[in-house]
């Protein structure tokens, strides 16, 4: 098993263009999260879905859209990138929710700069 | 909101030495878990811990889950240089599912 995936690795923006972060999962998870790390500030989430179709607002979504149209796929999007979106992002997936113990497995993570 | 919080966010460690990170939370936790990112890696899920007082132990790594459910902590013996990361704790929301993370104490070891 791969676990969880995350294209591209590394990616250098202009203010203003957009783009489209692929996170992917083999391990049959209803959940799946997208957060954002920034020094100093742990891990924020920014979107997460709960299965299939769905999507929700985390603690900081303004300036992204996500889409998970098929279970093993979570995207997501920066419509008009900003300096201020600049940072490490990480997807991470779990079977079950944080109350029952489930815990989350993490991608790779994509480092983004916006010039 | 629930917040959960993590002190020292820097610890400077001599190699061979022990120190203790600590995890606090606003709110009672059902369970607490603990997740290591390396330098330029991801978080890595470590532990969890669920019953009130549990203490629980990896190698030289002890985690301990306090009486109220509310703090944390994890307790490292002879540090060596493969400690050095991050070290988050994590806690669900009251209220849903997801999961607060501390910002994270981050290890450096000096040989």
């Known amino acids: 098993n791969a676990g969880v995936t995350q294209t591209p690795k590394f990616r250098v923006l202009k203010t203003g263009q957009s783009m489209t972060l692929l996170c992917a999962q083999d391990?049959?998870?209803?959940?799946m999260y997208w957060y954002r790390q920034d020094p100093g500030m742990g891990l924020r989430l920014i979107h997460y879905s709960v299965g299939e179709g769905t999507t929700a607002k985390g603690e900081v979504p303004d300036g992204y859209n996500v889409s998970r149209l098929k279970k093993q796929n979570f995207l997501l999007g920066l419509e008009s990138a900003a300096p201020s979106q600049t940072s490490v992002y990480f997807c991470?997936?779990?079977?079950?929710?944080?109350?029952?113990?489930?815990?989350?497995?993490f991608g790779p993570g994509t480092r983004l700069t916006v010039l | 909101g629930q917040q959960v919080m993590q002190i020292p966010q820097y610890q400077h460690v001599q190699e061979g030495e022990d120190f203790t990170t600590y995890c606090n939370s606003s709110?009672?936790?059902?369970?607490i878990q603990w997740y290591k990112q390396r330098p330029g890696g991801h978080p890595v899920f470590l532990i969890q811990l669920v019953k009130s007082g549990e203490v629980k132990k990896q190698k030289r790594l002890t985690f301990q889950f306090g009486e109220a459910k509310k703090n944390s902590s994890l307790h490292i013996t002879a540090t060596q240089t493969t400690d050095v990361g991050t070290y988050f704790c994590a806690g669900p929301k009251s209220n849903d599912y997801k999961l607060s993370f501390g910002a994270g104490t981050t290890v450096t070891v000096r040989a």
């Open positions: 991470a997936s779990s079977f079950g929710i944080a109350l029952s113990g489930d815990t989350q497995y």
């Open positions: 391990m049959n998870h209803e959940y």
């Open positions: 709110t009672t936790l059902s369970n």
